[in-house]
């Protein structure tokens, strides 16, 4: 595996493989402390391309000013030899003056879909988000790049800015991977002690919860979010809730009626540690059915 640290390294470094026949680059980016989640984006993206880069940055423009950048887990001894053993080709881990050699003086109009979930409670955050994605596609040029379902929101904004921008790049889901009791994978899940952890896995029974209850046929959201509530409530008292909403999948609005493809998703605190997690359901009248991928 090859390490580069900066922009004209990365491009050299791909001009090579392409130039030595590499066909089909996968793009995998991540901000590093890797985990049985990232590889499992890793492995995805060995099934769809024939040389697979991974990033690994910490994005200060995501970040807000009373947010985790400072504590966020870094790790990248570790972080290399886990991709080292899966064989994959390129890691591109700059600096933040590399990315960012001045402040940016752009950014993205996210009109409707950053209105609610971690968009209405992280102000700026999915600007961030693209601003950093958008200089890795055009940096890296991939034909594929693997984002996690976990991040739901995030999948579904970046698919429109490849739409919009008419990125010639395939965006791939990968599934959520969850611990045995349900939690689904985080770096973030280092920072819980051993009771909020245990508490932790509720979040999960939660959805698990609201997925039953529409498979039985309720389809009042309102109805199925006082439940999801009511076991959270029972289960997890040191969660602090962010949010619990019942979306649908095109646009990120909030449903009063099920029906379609949708999403309950949710966030919550445990000590200091934001937990996100969420099914995508669709519901086409009786039927219900999970989606792992979109």
Partial sequence: MRVVRSSAEVRAALKRARAAGARRLALIPTAGA??????????????????????????????????????????????????????????????????????????????????HLCGARRPGHFNGVLLIVAKLFNLIQPEVAVFGMKDLQQLVIIKQLVRELSFDIQIVAAPTVREPDGLALSSRNRYLNPEERRQSSALYRALERGQALIAAGERQAERVIAEMKS????????????????????????????????????????????????????????????????
């Fill in 34 to 115: 890797l985990h049985r989640g990232h590889l499992s984006l890793v492995q995805l993206a060995q099934a769809q391309a024939d040389y697979r880069v991974v990033s690994l940055f910490v994005n200060p423009t995501q970040f807000g000013p009373t947010e985790d950048f400072t504590a966020y887990p870094r790790d990248e001894e570790c972080d290399r030899r886990l991709l080292e053993e899966q064989g994959v080709e390129l890691l591109f881990t700059p600096p933040i003056e590399d990315i960012y050699p001045q402040k940016p003086r752009l950014g993205f109009e996210i009109s409707g879909l950053a209105d």
């Fill in 231 to 294: 076991l959270l409530e029972a289960e997890a008292p040191l969660a602090r809730l962010d949010y619990l909403e019942i979306v649908d999948l095109a646009k990120l609005q909030p449903l009063k009626q099920l029906s379609g493809r949708c999403a309950l998703a949710l966030a919550a605190y445990f000590g200091r540690a934001r937990l996100i997690d969420n099914l995508v359901l669709e519901v086409r009248g009786e039927a219900v059915r999970e989606l792992r991928a979109i």
